[in-house]
Structure formats: C-alpha cells, structure tokens
C-alpha cells in the first residue's frame, strides 16, 4: 500500500502522545463522557463548531471549560437571552472623544474557545450574528473588518426538552456546526463517582471559593492545568490533514451522504436498494455537500484518536450520526411515524454496503 502521509512514524507517536495527554487531563475534571471527550477534541483539532444538546446539569459547560483549559486556550462564555443584542456578542464601535473618531470595542467573541449557552433562547437576529464569525471567522463593525483569533472554536449548548422562551435555530446556522453531540445521563457508577468528588464540601478550605447551590462546577480549582505547548495543537491538527485516506474510503463516504438524501431522479431513485428507497420518504431536505467534508474530516479526527494513521469505514460509520443528525429535515411522514433522526442515521448506515 502506498504510503501518503507526510509525517514520519516518529512525529505521528508524538502527536498520539499529546492527543493522550490532552484527553487525560480533562477527564481529571470529567466522570466518564469519553464521546463527549472524543467529539470536542475532533472539532478542535479539525477547525470545526460544535452543538451540545443536553438537558440542564450533565456538565456541559463544564467539559468545554476543561477542553479549554487543558489546552491553554482563552475562553469566554456567553449566556443566551431573549434581551441579548448581537453586538453583544461581536462588540461595537463607540466614539473615542480623544481622537475624535470611532473606534471598535470587541466583544466576548473575540477568544479562542467561545461557549454560547443555550443559543436557541436569543432571537434569530442574535443567532445570526454569530454566522459570519463561525463561516469566516472574522466581525465586522461598521466599515471594519475584524479577525478572529486562530484557532477559533464554537460550542453552543441547547435544552432539547424546555421550549418556552426559545427560538429553533434555521437549518441555515445548524449547517455550519461540524458536529451535533448529544450529552446523556450518567450511569449509576459515574453518578456516584460524581457524588462523591464533588458532593463534599470537604473540598474547600475555609474562607475559600464555594459554588453556587446546584452548580455542576465546584470551583475553578477542579479545572485541569494546560498540558499544551504553543506549538502542540497546531502539530495535532497538521498531523489530522495528513491521516491516509483511501479512494474506497472516500467513495463510501459519499456514497452515505447521498443516500441520505431524497432522490429527485426516479430513474436513480429505482436502481437505489428498497431499504434505500423505503427510508428516502422520512426525509424532506438532506445534507448539502458540506456534510461530507465534515465528514471526511471528522473520520481523520476519528483514526487519529484511535492511535491511526489511516481511516477504516468503521471510522466513518463512528463519526456520522454527529456529522448527520442535524443536517437530516424529517418528512411530515416520519413525524407521523415517530421516527428519530438518530434512529433514521443508523438504519442509513445498515443499508449503504461498506466498501
């Protein structure tokens, strides 16, 4: 097999080494959630947003903060409300009375890891103005343009069960987050780990910081130390550009974004397999062709967190529901019918043949 990788067997063992060290330290912070770990370390090192949907309490913010943290990154956490006004969250131009001239006040966006907490409880105008700042990492102000620091990373959180004082997002803004994960409950053993490293007020000395009542997040001190260097992140994400990727590979790949898509052809409509065709009818609008770019990167991201230099389809099939979950707009019929877009995804993933 030909070799196409440019980095040697040397300096691939040295970013494995630094992935390991990454993960390692935020599960210091972390009880279990090895997706969730795996999800946010493959957007960072891709250059890809991220949508967290969880009920309240599951340590969402806590995660992202650990992420950040560990790798030495500014971070800066928005709360999402009804009130908020974009320039909030880009920042504003105010006159300088001194210079006689407007000048731009940056706002919270202007970090390297940006937390929007529960982004669907601001309007779509608020919503919005994190578009250009996620597609072309860059704010404008005026006659202006700002831009962002590199590397620059969005995780935005949303409570999928409280919709009262909420705005869905349109399909136009979930497409540009890379990857939906979905965060669950712990099991009985990592609850009662929870309990115990974070249930005890024996933690904290006296006169020292508490938490608030009900915060998922003890104390700043839980937050691990940062174990990357300034040239440690941009090696690991060098190194993901280069995972071998095989024709095959890729020829599943699009292959499975395809199916996921209604067919307007019934010629290839009829030559598609019947399970195909049998789920083509739950789907209204399927994923755009930046799924499978998303795709293709999250299942290098995939291989390179799996101590490999190459991508197998199990790789692919690993990093599709996040890639596809909320590119996916059900038909009526499958509203009808109660069917899931994670249940959808995974019958998608049975009825393409792997290469």
Excluded: W
Aim: charged share 25%.
């Amino acid at each position: 097999m030909q070799e196409l990788s440019g980095l040697s067997e040397t300096e691939f063992q040295k970013v494995f080494t630094i992935v390991r060290r990454l993960r390692t330290a935020i599960g210091q912070s972390l009880v279990g959630k090895p997706e969730l770990v795996n999800g946010l370390l493959a957007g960072l090192f891709c250059d890809g947003h991220i949508l967290l949907e969880g009920v309240p309490g599951l340590a969402k913010t806590l995660a992202v903060r650990s992420l950040a943290a560990a790798a030495g990154l500014d971070f800066k956490r928005i709360q999402f409300t009804p009130d908020l006004l974009p320039g909030d969250i880009t920042g504003t131009l105010f006159y300088d009375a001194a210079s006689g001239r407007f000048v731009p006040r940056t706002g919270p966006v202007f970090c390297n890891i940006v937390l929007a907490d529960e982004i669907n409880r601001a309007p779509a105008k608020v919503q919005s103005a994190l578009l250009e700042a996620m597609e072309e990492r860059q704010v404008t102000m005026g006659d202006r343009t700002l831009p962002l620091p590199d590397p620059f990373f969005v995780l935005a959180t949303q409570n999928p069960v409280e919709h009262e004082g909420t705005f869905r997002l349109p399909e136009a803004q979930l497409d540009r987050f890379m990857l939906k994960l979905l965060v669950d409950y712990p099991d009985e053993a990592e609850e009662l780990d929870i309990v115990r490293r974070y249930g005890s007020p024996a933690r904290f000395q006296a006169g020292g910081a508490r938490p608030a009542l009900g915060s998922a997040l003890p104390a700043d001190a839980a937050l691990p130390s940062a174990v990357l260097g300034p040239d440690d992140l941009e090696s690991v994400r060098q190194a993901v550009h280069t995972i071998r990727f095989e024709p095959e590979a890729i020829a599943y790949l699009v292959r499975l974004v395809r199916s996921a898509r209604p067919s307007t052809d019934p010629a290839a409509a009829s030559q598609g397999s019947t399970a195909l065709r049998e789920l083509s009818r739950y789907i209204e609008f399927g994923p755009s062709p930046r799924a499978s770019l998303c795709l293709y990167r999250a299942a290098r991201a995939v291989a390179l967190l799996s101590d490999r230099r190459y991508v197998l389809p199990d790789d692919i099939k690993q990093a599709a529901p996040a890639v596809l979950r909320h590119r996916l707009v059900l038909s009526y019929e499958a509203e009808a019918d109660r069917v899931e877009t994670d249940v959808l995804v995974k019958a998608l993933l049975s009825a393409v043949p792997l290469p």
